[in-house]
């Protein structure tokens, strides 16, 4: 199945840039757009809910900016992020927004719900869903998703616990439309690993997080550079949903990475209005296992050229090595 036109553009490296809480903001995901990959931002960023109108107005006079001083430059699309859990009393709201705009792309979470699909149909957006196992991702498809975005291991934020090679292969058993992958993704080699395995698109997070951009403090920034994979904890204390966070913070907050409780699941915070979620996301700070490629900080075109760089190097080195096995046949 081919990718709908939305998703289709001739991107800079075929990345979406992972919605951030409390990070992505207008700036950033200007700036990913008009760097050729698709930008994203939850709509729970922008506080009041009235700014969130004003944030999609300023990324899209910002990318018509850019598009009319560069006319030869292709700007990607962006995505607003909903939280369809039951929590987020802003999601009426946020939806009816995102349609009177007519957001091109819509991401959700935490939940399926088809007449959240039904509303971003109705103008002609596409709606990907975010999932952690199969079970989830026939859900989303039945209630109308256009697409997947599989959350493996490894992912940033809330993410699961299976391998990104089995959980796309178990998808790509039954599902032919647009599909991404999340999952300690911040290398070009990694981006073309994941088409190789079966996505269309990566879904790189962490790695954003750390560019000038980014509202991301600098002490997240340098923390995240001066992580690895071991530097990355699971636990589900923090929204009572298990998620991936900096070892640093946490015992930057007083508790021990290596011994933390248990939430309670029923007690799940979403950060749709409680502070519970704010203080996790603006204190026990969010990052995937990738972190071990970002090795600076930087702007997000600093970012992007080198991912496009090193999936460039990438893929002439696959097809060198296919070609020269090809000869031996």
Known sequence: MSLPPVLAGPLTVPVVASPMFIYSGPELVAAQCQAGVIGSFPSLNARPQSALAEWIDQINRSNEAFAAANPEAYVAPFAVNLIVHRSNDRLE?????????????????????????????SYGGIVLHDVINNRFARKAVEKGADGLVA??????????????????????????GPLLLSGAIAHGRSVLA????????????????ATDESRAPGSYKQMIVESGASDIVYSNLFTGVHGNYLRGSI?????DPDDLPTSDPS???????????SKAWRDIWGAGQGVGAVTSTGTVRELVDRLRTEYELASGA?????????STR
């Open 318 to 326: 696959l097809s060198a090595t296919a070609a020269a096995v090809a």
């Open 151 to 176: 959350v493996a291991a490894g992912a940033g934020g809330h993410a699961g616990t299976q391998s990104p090679f089995a959980l796309i292969q178990e998808i790509r058993e039954w599902f032919d």
């Open 251 to 255: 015992e930057a907050a007083g508790l």
């Open 194 to 209: 994941a088409q190789a395995a079966g996505a269309d698109l990566a879904y790189v997070g962490s790695a954003f997080l």
């Open 93 to 121: 709201q946020d939806l009816a927004t995102v349609v009177e705009h007519r957001v091109p792309i819509v991401i959700t979470s935490l939940g399926a719900r088809e007449e959240v699909n039904q509303a971003v149909h």
């Open 267 to 277: 007690a799940m915070d979403f950060g749709t209005g409680g502070t519970a979620e």
